[in-house]
Structure formats: structure tokens, C-alpha cells
């Protein structure tokens, strides 16, 4: 480009010179400016990304503790339970706040709170608590409870928890659970049923008034 300039003016002369200066000054200038404005909205740009990416990300934080409330609520009155078929073995999960066991949520402090909280564990782990479908004829295979109230690290809060695995001969009748742990704990109002046997998905509440659940 500067070769062809060179060339122009030998021909041309001065007068013309002076235009092409003129114009590669106004061009530079132009182009100077050009530089200042996008220089001035970059960080612009910058700062709105990064306020986007704020956002975004804090919403991925609200959502992600959205699904653990609803995944593990610890709320008093209340107990979850899940059932899971595969094949003809059933495995159940049961989880509630140790307020709604035992009426406390502290490392058992006495003789008898501490026969309490034994006596809760010795329950669960049993599973009498429940029935299922007899057609399916379910046989319970092994089991075992535990508490938050006995871990060193416990700070409040507490929940139970109980494991029950069941071998069942005829898993195509399982169609029904009746729920017994109402007649036990008084203070449970609500348990959120949720199952997926051989696939089949769904959930139900049962209560004291309506304890049965069928498995649709």
C-alpha cells in the first residue's frame, strides 16, 4: 500500500501528496478512536459476563440445594421411605428425624434415653414395622439401623436410618406395603413413599389414617 502511495505522488505531485496525507491523518485519527471505544467496552463487556456467570452460578447453587432439601428433608413428623426392586431382591431405606424416633436430638444423656435410642435401633433393624404383599412372598434377608446421635462428630440435627433387604419369591404380586410405624411413634404424622421395582416408578404419602400404599 505504501509503494503504491510513493508511486501516486511522483506522478501527480505535491498538490496531490498533501491530499493523501491528509487522508492517511483522518484515517488515523479514525482508527485511534475506534481503538479508545472498543478499549472502553471490553471491560464492559468484561464485567457483564462476569456478573452473568455470578448469576448463573448461584443459581446452579440454589438449584443444587433445592434437590438436597428434597432428597434428604429433615423435617419433624416425617419419614421417607424407599423401596427398590430388581430382579426378586428388595431393598428398603428408611430415614427420619431422631425427634420423631426418640422425642430428642441429642447423644442420649441418661440410663433411659439411651434405652430409647436402643430400643428405636432394635425396631427398625427388625422390620416388623412394615408389610408387604403376601402373594409375594418377601423374606426379609438382612437388616441393620443406625443413628446420627451416637456419631463423636454430632452437632444436632439428627436423623435414623434403617436398611432392610428382602429375597422375594414372587416379585411380579408385589403390589402393596401397609405401614405399621404410625401404631409405634406417635409423633409421625407422614411418610413420603418412594419406589422403582423392576422399573416401574412411583410415590405415594401414607399416614395413620391411610397407611396402606399400592404400588401402581
Known amino acids: ?38 478499549a472502553a467496552e471490553v471491560p464492559e463487556l468484561h464485567q457483564h459476563n462476569a456478573a452473568d456467570e455470578h448469576t448463573h452460578a448461584a443459581a446452579e447453587h440454589s438449584h443444587d440445594a433445592d434437590d438436597f432439601t428434597q432428597l434428604g428433608t429433615h ?17 428398603l431405606a428408611l430415614q427420619a428425624a431422631a425427634a420423631t424416633i426418640v422425642g430428642f436430638e441429642h447423644a442420649p444423656r441418661t440410663a ?12 427398625l433393624s427388625q422390620g416388623q414395622w412394615l408389610n408387604l404383599s403376601k402373594d409375594a412372598n418377601c423374606e426379609i434377608q438382612g437388616s441393620d439401623a443406625s443413628t446420627d446421635l451416637t456419631e463423636r ?16 419369591q414372587r416379585p411380579a404380586l408385589l403390589q402393596q406395603l401397609d ?25 405415594a404419602k401414607a399416614t395413620l389414617g391411610n397407611s396402606q400404599v399400592r404400588f401402581k
Open 112 to 123: 433411659e434415653q439411651k434405652q430409647e435410642l436402643t430400643l428405636a435401633l432394635d425396631i
Open 179 to 203: 405401614v405399621s410405624l404410625f401404631n409405634l411413634l406417635p409423633s409421625l404424622q407422614t411418610m413420603d413413599v418412594q419406589w422403582v421395582l423392576n422399573g416401574q416408578q412411583g410415590a
Open 153 to 168: 462428630t454430632y452437632s444436632g440435627h439428627g436423623d435414623f436410618y434403617a436398611n432392610i433387604s428382602f429375597l422375594c
Open 1 to 38: 500500500m505504501k509503494r503504491k502511495l510513493v508511486a501516486l505522488l511522483m506522478v501527480t505531485g505535491s498538490v496531490l501528496a498533501y491530499q493523501v496525507q491528509a487522508t492517511e491523518q483522518a484515517l488515523a485519527a479514525s482508527a485511534v478512536n475506534t481503538e479508545r471505544q472498543v
Open 75 to 91: 423435617v419433624h413428623g416425617v419419614a421417607s421411605l424407599t423401596l427398590i426392586l430388581e430382579g426378586n431382591e428388595l431393598q
